[in-house]
């Protein structure tokens, strides 16, 4: 299966913990998006990357996330200090090129903050 | 508000008959996605239409695109249980990221 893998599929932090989501995209993709999901809320952007580069971060909040997408290796999406309402489902997907190309989305990692 | 309104927010279909969802944009698309997600899990990729007026379909689904390029319908032809789930609708505004409606959910029953 050369889907998009999200790593961890669950993960538990305490406040004030640090959370690492990790993507590995679909073979042979450059670009790599990340979402979240909050509970009763849709599906939002918050990043977009390429390889060692940050194209678009505007949906990400300024403070505690950080992504990168390394040369090599997976995405990472960082979150430090975490709050209750980091809690949600955060999703990578990943596509061949930016023009009119599909975007392919892994299971998610599902973060929960006690 | 909502970037893309879906409608209905849920629904409740008997097996074998159809269904239709639809999806509304304020704005011009350059493209519209469909994908589906299971409690629980990923999204699944459905289906891409980009013009205006374009029809696509995969086994018993069917989504079309208006020929304004606003709004977007995915009609199931005869429901089974494994069409259940919750239906996204995505925009594409040429800016490679994706807004999505708050979804459809769609329950099958017996």
């Known amino acids: 299966n050369a889907g998009v893998m999200q790593n961890p599929r669950h993960l538990v932090r305490r406040r004030g913990q640090e959370a690492r989501l990790r993507c590995s995209p679909m073979?042979?993709?450059?670009?790599v998006y990340w979402y979240r999901q909050l509970p009763e809320e849709g599906l939002k952007f918050m990043v977009y990357?390429?390889?060692?580069?940050?194209?678009?971060e505007s949906g990400m909040p300024k403070e505690r996330f950080s992504a990168e997408f390394p040369k090599e290796g997976p995405s990472i999406l960082r979150i430090q200090q975490v709050v209750r309402g980091d809690s949600a489902a955060y999703f990578c997907?990943?596509?061949?090129?930016?023009?009119?190309?599909?975007?392919?989305f892994g299971d998610g990692t599902r973060l929960s903050i006690l | 508000s909502q970037e893309l309104e879906q409608s209905p927010q849920s629904l409740i279909v008997q097996e074998g008959k159809n269904l239709t969802i639809n999806c509304t944009s304020s704005?011009?698309?350059?493209?519209l996605y469909w994908y589906k997600q299971k409690y629980g899990e990923g999204l699944i990729f459905l289906m891409m239409?980009?013009?205006?007026?374009e029809e696509k379909s995969h086994e018993k689904i069917t989504a079309k695109l208006d020929e304004k390029k606003q709004q977007s319908s995915l009609h199931i032809t005869a429901s089974q249980p494994s069409h259940a789930g919750t239906y996204l609708c995505?925009?594409?505004?040429?800016?490679?990221?994706?807004?999505f409606g708050a979804g459809t959910t769609v329950t099958v029953r017996a």
């Open positions: 997907a990943s596509s061949l090129d930016n023009s009119i190309q599909p975007q392919h």
């Open positions: 073979k042979g993709h450059s670009h």
């Open positions: 990357l390429q390889k060692e580069n940050i194209i678009d």
């Open positions: 704005k011009t698309l350059y493209g």
């Open positions: 239409l980009q013009k205006g007026g």
């Open positions: 995505g925009a594409d505004r040429n800016d490679y990221k994706l807004s």
